[in-house]
T-cell receptor, first 114, second 111 residues
Framework: AQSVTQLDSQVPVFEEAPVELRCNYSSSVSVYLFWYVQYPNQGLQLLLKYLSGSTLVESINGFEAEFNKSQTSFHLRKPSVHISDTAEYFCAVSEPGSARQLTFGSGTQLTVLP | DTGVSQDPRHKITKRGQNVTFRCDPISEHNRLYWYRQTLGQGPEFLTYFQNEAQLEKSRLLSDRFSAERPKGSFSTLEIQRTEQGDSAMYLC?????????FGPGTRLTVL
């Protein structure tokens, strides 16, 4: 069975500072990896995904994540955060197969301080 | 708006009552998922439909839960004889390929 660990439940950071949200997974097979973001009172939105190819993936709003197979990690980074990045971030994995259901971590609340 | 929609957005019920939630997926998506999210946790998979066929069910889906997707379009999730432990956000997602797009969720409170 697959599992996802997000070690940091809360990450406070000052505006324009860099941030890294950590995600580690365990699985006996190859996986697909995702980061979702949930803004207050809104639904989950897909931020970025790794399916294959380049291990570094980027989002349109400046976030990036790198798939590291040897460390079974998919950490999310942004070099300079904005107040508007305040949200809860969820890492998720999916195994190839018919259902492709997502297994989520417990989430990291990113709070950007002025 | 062509996203995933869910109705109602909020539901308050008394223990022992039955409740039903509806999900309207993105029209061209043949995959539909239900998840449950409790406070401080990530969403947990409940069940999966491909078109009208329910192909996967989690062990979390007790006998009091039933889901349908008639004609492969909208889906309903019914909880019978609700318990306080059923209080959670119920999320619907529809998908194509490996991506899933989530609706806003239905927040259930069981008193």
């Amino acid at each position: 069975a697959q599992s996802v660990t997000q070690l940091d439940s809360q990450v406070p950071v000052f505006e324009e500072a860099p941030v890294e949200l950590r995600c580690n997974y365990s699985s006996s097979v190859s996986v697909y990896l995702f980061w979702y973001v949930q803004y207050p009172n809104q639904g989950l939105q897909l931020l970025l995904k790794y399916l294959s190819g380049s291990t570094l993936v980027e989002s349109i709003n400046g976030f990036e994540a790198e798939f590291n197979k040897s460390q079974t990690s998919f950490h999310l980074r942004k070099p300079s955060v904005h107040i508007s990045d305040t949200a809860e971030y969820f890492c998720a994995v999916s195994e190839p197969g018919s259902a492709r259901q997502l297994t989520f971590g417990s989430g990291t609340q990113l709070t950007v301080l002025p | 708006d062509t996203g995933v929609s869910q109705d109602p957005r909020h539901k308050i019920t008394k223990r022992g009552q039955n409740v039903t939630f509806r999900c309207d997926p993105i029209s061209e998506h043949n995959r539909l998922y239900w998840y449950r999210q409790t406070l401080g946790q990530g969403p947990e998979f409940l069940t999966y439909f491909q078109n009208e066929a329910q192909l996967e069910k989690s062990r979390l889906l007790s006998d009091r839960f039933s889901a349908e997707r008639p004609k492969g379009s909208f889906s309903t999730l019914e909880i019978q004889r609700t318990e306080q432990g059923d209080s959670a956000m119920y999320l619907c997602a529809s998908g194509a390929g490996y991506e899933q797009f989530f609706g806003p969720g239905t927040r259930l409170t069981v008193l």
